[in-house]
């Protein structure tokens, strides 16, 4: 026995070493060999704009290099492309940008940010194209700011305009014996509408038709501008399917150009006078934002706006830039509210929010922090729910015309397996001390006392949900219920009603922090530095998967089912939460 034991300790010892080899070699190879500060960006170069793996506005910073090394994205977030493009229009070596084959997961409001800051590129004269093979809508959004549109001849583009599809599961319920009991407090609180009815309520459906419609009203605006085609125009294409082939798409002018990639690529040498056997030469924008990022130089002085991002579903814990947790965001408004070189703070949101508890726990460190110097909220594709609580009592809030937000209402969901249970002989017995000693047990028939007072836990929440949208927008609470009931508005409409105070992305809320804080010479600093470890990342496992490799090894619709019972299963407590997903393409 004993001679075994060595041999297995032998074994385990060698295994532990191989490990650390393994990552020592990694970690070393990502720090030197991941020099930003390497690359070369050569005379007439431009810009390809792959953004397939940029998925937040923000990319994380944490305090364990490790984590950072192993992190699963791209180490640069949205807003650094952003900043990356208004450096180029002032380099001389970058002549202009191309898109080509643009795949993105970006929101709604992030690809607004991006298509504004291309807009701005082209203003120096320098240009940008686009080539497809195919045109998603929402990568024609996108794409059709560039100054000449190609498309590929045996290509297509969808353009049709906005749809929203929910799922019901009251008659599932029935059939399976598994049933979701809900509590809510809002009409329009349709998050939970699927598991009581099998179909759409009004509200849900006056609700939804409404954001849809202002949300395609932007888009559509926006096209008009770059293509020169009335919206009324532009929604005739979209009602008759009038830009679904190449052909059909140019005699709508939504491109300039039937082509193959060579004649692409060919137009851009003649344009930087390359000749047509030559390559000429390019730069990945993660490689260039990189070295902006690296080489940029700093405003000189000591002033400071501090950028705060809130990103992903809120819950409890230390959060990271999938998740927003109380102990990240509470720890950098602190840091920020001390440090003496912050003037003034952004907090920039991107949620549809989560636990209500946490989401409470932000705001009140948003409320001490807004007594000492200004809070700007700058949303992003989302600021609901509990995305909108985090944000209600800022000093000013911005969003987007397409940002979705509101959604003032909260909700309770009890999975209740009594009856399946039942149906295939498990039977189950209490035995108590007190009336209302055993809680709630997922075995047991709803018990109607338990209702009572978490129907009571819900109306308190919304009550000091509404209060604090009331004080914090300078508001009677009735005039906020009649606006929340749980309704999601689009930014657009949310400015008409007083839920924002203007239209405009990061770069506005930046400039309005540094207004109401009087600060003119000023850098920008980013949190939060989130607390985990080697451990944490490798709790992930099984073995260290990319998302990217996860996806492709079960499928993309897996993968989200996945996701989402995972969320359904984390979300403990009562939640204020964005009522449905809204995946627009």
């Known amino acids: 026995m004993k001679f075994l034991g060595n041999v297995l300790a032998t074994i385990i010892g060698l295994f532990v070493f191989c490990m650390l080899f393994f990552f020592g070699i990694i970690f070393i190879g990502a720090i030197f060999g991941?020099?930003?500060?390497?690359?070369?960006?050569?005379?007439?170069?431009?810009?390809?704009?792959?953004?397939?793996?940029?998925?937040?506005?923000?990319?994380?910073?944490?305090?364990?290099?490790?984590?950072?090394?192993?992190?699963?994205?791209?180490?640069?977030?949205?807003?650094?492309?952003?900043?990356?493009?208004?450096?180029?229009?002032?380099?001389?070596?970058?002549?202009?940008?191309?898109?080509?084959?643009q795949e993105s997961s970006l929101g709604m409001a992030q690809s607004k940010e991006l298509r504004d800051a291309l807009e701005d590129f082209k203003k120096s004269g320098k240009f940008v194209l686009?080539?497809?093979?195919?045109?998603?809508?929402?990568?024609?959004?996108?794409?059709?700011?560039?100054n000449t549109v190609y498309l590929n001849p045996v290509?297509?583009?969808?353009?049709?305009?906005?749809?929203?599809?929910?799922?019901?599961?009251?008659?599932?319920?029935?059939?399976?014996?598994i049933k979701m009991e809900v509590i809510r407090h809002g009409k329009y609180k349709?998050?939970?509408?699927?598991?009581?009815?099998?179909?759409?309520?009004?509200?849900n459906r006056e609700q939804v038709t409404a954001l849809l419609n202002s949300i395609w009203s932007s888009v559509t605006s926006d096209i008009s501008k770059s293509r020169n085609i009335s919206v009324q125009g532009l929604n005739e294409i979209a009602d008759g399917l009038l830009a679904r082939t190449p052909e059909m798409a140019k005699a709508a002018k939504m491109i300039d150009v039937i082509a193959y990639e060579d004649v692409y690529h060919n137009d851009i040498k003649k344009r930087l006078k390359v000749a047509a056997d030559k390559e000429y030469n390019k730069i990945s924008i993660i490689d260039y934002t990189?070295?902006?990022?690296?080489?940029?130089?700093?405003?000189?002085?000591?002033?400071?706006?501090?950028?705060?991002?809130?990103?992903?579903e809120i819950q409890s814990g230390e959060g990271d830039v999938n998740t927003i947790g109380e102990g990240s965001m509470r720890?950098?408004?602190?840091?920020?509210?001390?440090?003496?070189?912050?003037k003034a703070i952004v907090l920039r949101v991107d949620s549809p929010g989560g636990s209500a508890l946490t989401s409470d726990l932000i705001w009140r460190e948003v409320e001490l922090t807004k007594k000492v110097k200004p809070v700007v909220v700058s949303m992003g594709n989302y600021a609901a729910s509990g995305g909108y609580y985090i944000a209600c009592n800022a000093s000013k809030i911005f969003a987007e015309n397409n940002t979705i937000t509101g959604s003032i209402g909260v909700f309770g969901i009890l999975p209740n397996f009594s009856e399946l249970s039942s149906r295939i002989g498990i039977h189950v017995e209490q035995v108590n001390t007190n009336k209302n000693s055993a809680g709630y047990s997922p075995f047991v028939p709803l018990d109607e006392k338990f209702k009572e007072v978490t129907l009571e836990g819900v109306e308190h929440i919304y009550k000091t949900f509404v209060n604090h949208v009331a004080e914090g927008r300078k508001m009677t609470f009735e005039q906020v219920d009649a606006i929340a009931q749980g309704r999601v508005?689009?930014?657009?409409?949310?400015?008409?009603?007083?839920?924002?105070?203007?239209?405009?992305?990061?770069?506005?809320?930046?400039?309005?922090?540094?207004?109401?804080?009087?600060?003119?010479?000023?850098?920008?600093?980013?949190?939060?530095?989130y607390k985990k470890d080697f451990n944490d990342m490798l709790s992930g496992l099984p073995f260290m998967k990319t998302k990217e490799s996860f996806i492709?090894?079960?499928?993309?619709?897996?993968?989200k089912l996945m996701q989402k019972v995972k969320k359904m299963q984390s979300q403990k407590g009562i939640q204020a939460l964005m009522p449905f997903e809204i995946s627009i393409q």
């Open 331 to 342: 720890r950098s408004l602190q840091e920020a509210r001390e440090n003496k070189k912050v």
């Open 489 to 529: 508005w689009s930014g657009s409409e949310a400015i008409k009603i007083g839920l924002v105070d203007k239209i405009g992305g990061l770069d506005a809320a930046i400039k309005e922090a540094a207004l109401l804080s009087k600060t003119k010479n000023y850098s920008t600093q980013n949190y939060p530095e």
């Open 130 to 146: 686009s080539y497809a093979n195919v045109y998603s809508q929402k990568a024609y959004y996108i794409n059709s700011v560039a």
């Open 290 to 312: 990189k070295k902006v990022l690296t080489t940029s130089e700093t405003v000189e002085g000591e002033n400071q706006i501090a950028i705060i991002y809130a990103q992903g």
């Open 34 to 101: 991941g020099d930003s500060e390497g690359v070369t960006v050569k005379e007439d170069s431009v810009i390809q704009l792959d953004l397939k793996n940029i998925n937040y506005d923000f990319a994380g910073k944490y305090e364990d290099p490790w984590v950072t090394v192993f992190s699963d994205n791209a180490k640069v977030g949205v807003i650094d492309i952003i900043h990356a493009i208004k450096v180029a229009k002032t380099d001389s070596d970058i002549k202009g940008i191309s898109i080509l084959n």
């Open 552 to 559: 492709q090894e079960i499928g993309e619709e897996n993968y």
């Open 190 to 203: 349709s998050a939970v509408e699927p598991f009581l009815e099998n179909e759409m309520s009004p509200a």
């Open 155 to 177: 290509g297509e583009m969808e353009f049709k305009g906005l749809s929203s599809e929910v799922m019901f599961y009251k008659d599932l319920q029935e059939k399976s014996g």
